[in-house]
């Protein structure tokens, strides 16, 4: 699924779209893919002058936007709006121009529009970034709130 294919499944757009490409997905399941890092992003001149890398919260955008991936290719969930709630990050080496930052994301529970799951980044085989997060779908879990 390419970057313009993506965006039936989430409502990012240049430039704040951080996947170029889901090379697999198991709806409900997991999502896996990437976004290729050109020396020509819009925040290498920012972060850092002489020693760019990419900001912490665009990584964890990177796999918020892959783990709706894998929630919204579910049956019945496509173009569905997403929040993402809650987030715990660990970031262990900084992902550098020229790099392509591997993601992959996996949903460990899925319940009345909250998804529990996790993602890891990989540059060069190695972990940059990871996250446990809560996504919600606003639409279904309001069937669920008492009236």
């Known amino acids: ?13 240049y430039p704040f779209l951080m996947i170029d490409c889901v090379t697999d997905v198991e709806p409900g399941k997991y999502a896996k893919g990437y976004k290729n890092l050109s020396n020509n992003e819009w925040y290498f001149p920012i972060h ?8 912490g919260a665009l990584q964890l955008e990177a796999m918020a ?17 997403t929040h993402a709630l809650q987030h715990t990050v660990r970031f262990r ?3 550098l121009p020229g790099e392509c930052l591997q993601i992959e994301a996996y949903v460990d529970s899925w319940r009345r529009g909250i998804c529990k799951g996790h993602a890891t980044g990989y540059t060069n085989g ?5 996250a446990d997060m809560l996504i919600t779908i606003p639409e279904i879990l309001e069937q669920f709130l008492p009236k």
């Open 126 to 130: 190695t972990i940059a970034c990871e």
């Open 93 to 95: 080496k900084e992902v």
């Open 1 to 13: 699924m390419n970057a313009e294919a993506l965006k039936d499944y989430q409502p990012n757009r």
């Open 65 to 81: 936007q892959m783990l709706t991936v894998a929630i919204t290719t579910q049956e019945g969930l496509k173009g569905m709006v």
């Open 48 to 55: 850092f002058p002489g020693r760019p890398n990419m900001p």
